[in-house]
């Protein structure tokens, strides 16, 4: 019925987009607006999309009620990415391990990207502490590798060249050898 409702008041502004009046069009961006923000009401406690919706529909990035804020925006990827975050996410600006998008890439604090599939990862996403990413920035010679792309060994938060791992925060020491 939402998308109905809202193919029909789009459908109605784009007709009406260089005839009617600047108030008319405010009234009817005004009207798709309030769809949004009904159908965002009414899906709380229900699934949309295959996704249970706690609160409705919104965002899994940035948590957008609304699929964005021009009269002809809509909801992407089964209703979990507005459009704004669907475009980042088309453009790979998303971490590999929650997809979570990154809107700018240079103001993002630890983040890394793998040498194999060119995709950001959040340091908190693969496990790496303060110490992992200093040892990581200090051996630049070596390429990053995300989980899905490293060999997958016990205690393993990066794979750097031919070393095997290095160890989290959540790992105890290994023993000295002497």
């Known amino acids: 019925r939402y998308v109905a409702e809202l193919n029909r008041l789009q459908t109605t502004y784009k007709e009406f987009k260089d005839s009617s009046s600047k108030l008319d069009l405010e009234r009817l961006a005004h009207e798709i607006q309030n769809c949004h923000r009904r159908f965002h009401l009414r899906t709380a406690g229900m699934a949309v ?3 249970f919706r706690a609160k409705g529909v919104q965002c ?3 948590a957008a009620k609304t699929p964005g804020r021009r009269p002809l925006d809509t909801w ?3 209703f979990t990415q507005c459009w704004r975050c ?5 453009a790979n ?8 998008v990154m809107r700018d890439l240079e103001k993002e604090n630890n983040i890394l990207k793998c040498q194999v599939c060119d995709l950001w990862v959040h340091a908190h996403c693969d496990n790496l502490d303060e110490m992992s990413l200093l040892v990581l ?3 630049a010679s070596h390429p ?3 989980p ?4 997958h060994a016990a205690g393993c938060a990066a794979t750097i060249g031919d070393l095997p791992h290095i160890p989290t925060s959540e790992e105890p020491p290994a023993p000295l050898p002497f």
């Not at 669907?86 to 088309?90: E, L, N, V």
């Not at 600006?93 to 979570?100: D, I, L, P, R």
């Not at 899905?148 to 060999?151: A, G, I, K, L, V």
């Open 93 to 100: 600006k998303y971490c590999a391990v929650c997809h979570k």
């Open 60 to 62: 899994l990035s940035c």
């Open 148 to 151: 899905s792309h490293r060999p």
């Open 86 to 90: 669907s475009d980042h996410y088309a």
């Open 144 to 146: 990053y590798l995300c």
């Open 76 to 78: 992407n990827h089964g």
């Open 49 to 51: 999309g295959g996704l």
């Open 137 to 139: 920035s200090l051996t």
